[in-house]
């Protein structure tokens, strides 16, 4: 019976785990790459930001390895032989490399207030600029209106300095705009978590169907925001087309007949399973999505060498 179905799906945690650490690696080693470049500009015209800006440096290069590291064992390939307990290590130690630069910012600001604000500035800008391309898709609304008030911002801070030697006026409003970067990015930064993780059940997603000799192919975006769709043709009983949301909701089309339709789509569950994919397809109208929860009676329990991690 053609029709349209739609699931939730969940990630293994290891899975889920090994995309987060990756990611918040990627985060911190751009933020690094920012301070640097605000911190150094700032050491020329204050000596005693020369120390903090060293210590950026030498933070950016520890992360920088930490992401080599990553690259290595966090590929989408490798992630189901990662352990939970090894994916969380490595997270923590990506925790513990962020929580450094806050100190080092933290430490700027003493007796450099003046200095240390701007350099602020400066980071935000640096980092919206270089990563413009990867950013201002996922927050179009916002994009342009905060980069161009930072830069005025920017500006008037540079005027005041000249002309009092301080920023006193402009502290609080430099210091709101800063939550409201951070805000932003936090945004950003989990619209691409929830998009890798929809990549990463589109590639099972295409295995799992290649494996049952289908052909597969990922069809192109207007934008990230829009969603990611796979379409699978099944050759002998017609076309599936799989819509995968941000929010973790997948949506099938197919013209599967009703004979084959139950094999085929259980088949598919079965082997995203295999995967870390964790499914329950229904028939729209039928009844409300249901989330397959971690450990549910319904999931079969993981075998030695499937890589599925269940825990907290």
Same mark, same amino acid.
Do not use: H
């Given at each position: 019976?053609s029709?349209?179905?739609y699931s939730? +799906?969940?990630l293994?945690n290891?899975?889920?785990?090994?995309?987060?650490?990756?990611?918040a %690696? #990627? $985060?911190?080693?751009?933020? %690094?790459?920012?301070?640097?470049?605000?911190?150094?500009?700032?050491a020329?015209?204050t000596?005693?930001?020369?120390?903090?800006a060293?210590?950026?440096?030498d933070?950016l290069?520890e992360?920088?390895? !930490? @992401?080599?590291?990553?690259? #290595?064992?966090?590929d989408?390939?490798?992630?189901?032989?990662?352990?939970?307990?090894?994916?969380?290590?490595?997270?923590?130690?990506? $925790?513990?490399?962020?929580s450094?630069?806050?100190?080092?910012?933290?430490?700027?600001?003493?007796g450099?207030?003046?200095?240390?604000?701007?350099?602020?500035? +400066? %980071?935000?800008?640096?980092?919206l600029q270089?990563?413009?391309? =990867?950013?201002? *898709?996922?927050?179009?609304?916002?994009?342009?209106?905060?980069?161009?008030?930072?830069?005025?911002?920017?500006?008037?801070?540079?005027?005041?300095?000249?002309?009092?030697?301080?920023?006193?006026?402009?502290a609080?409003?430099?210091h709101?705009?800063?939550?409201h970067?951070?805000a932003?990015?936090?945004?950003?930064?989990?619209?691409? +978590?929830?998009?890798?993780?929809r990549?990463y059940?589109?590639?099972?997603?295409?295995? +799992?169907?290649?494996?049952?000799?289908?052909d597969?192919?990922?069809? *192109?975006?207007?934008?990230? @925001?829009?969603?990611?769709v796979? #379409?699978?043709?099944?050759?002998?009983?017609?076309?599936?087309e799989?819509?995968?949301? @941000?929010? /973790?909701?997948?949506?099938? !089309? &197919?013209?599967?007949i009703?004979?084959?339709?139950?094999?085929?789509f259980?088949?598919? =569950?079965?082997?995203?399973? /295999?995967?870390?994919?964790? &499914?329950?397809f229904?028939?729209?109208?039928?009844?409300?999505?249901?989330?397959?929860?971690?450990?549910e009676?319904?999931?079969?329990?993981?075998?030695?060498?499937?890589g599925?991690?269940?825990? @907290?």
């Open positions: 019976m029709g349209r179905k939730l +799906v969940e293994a290891n899975v889920r785990e090994a995309i987060r650490c990756r990611l %690696a #990627e $985060e911190a080693c751009a933020r %690094a790459e920012s301070l640097v470049v605000a911190l150094v500009e700032a020329r015209s000596p005693s930001l020369r120390d903090a060293s210590s950026a440096r933070a290069v992360i920088k390895s !930490q @992401l080599d590291i990553l690259a #290595e064992t966090f989408e390939s490798q992630m189901m032989r990662l352990t939970l307990a090894d994916a969380r290590q490595e997270r923590q130690r990506v $925790e513990r490399l962020k450094n630069l806050d100190r080092i910012a933290t430490r700027c600001r003493a450099n207030e003046a200095a240390m604000l701007r350099a602020e500035l +400066v %980071a935000v800008i640096d980092r270089k990563d413009r391309d =990867e950013i201002e *898709p996922w927050l179009r609304d916002v994009y342009d209106p905060f980069t161009q008030e930072t830069g005025r911002l920017l500006e008037q801070s540079d005027r005041q300095i000249r002309a009092t030697g301080s920023i006193n006026a402009l609080d409003q430099i709101q705009q800063i939550a970067y951070e932003m990015m936090e945004r950003w930064a989990e619209r691409r +978590v929830l998009d890798r993780e990549r059940v589109a590639d099972a997603l295409k295995t +799992v169907c290649r494996e049952m000799a289908f597969t192919k990922l069809l *192109p975006q207007n934008g990230p @925001l829009e969603d990611l796979v #379409e699978v043709n099944t050759f002998a009983y017609g076309i599936i799989f819509r995968l949301q @941000l929010d /973790g909701t997948i949506r099938s !089309q &197919s013209e599967i009703e004979a084959s339709c139950c094999v085929n259980s088949m598919i =569950e079965d082997k995203l399973r /295999g995967l870390g994919v964790l &499914s329950g229904r028939y729209e109208g039928d009844q409300q999505p249901v989330r397959l929860k971690k450990g009676k319904s999931l079969p329990d993981s075998e030695p060498g499937v599925i991690q269940e825990g @907290l």
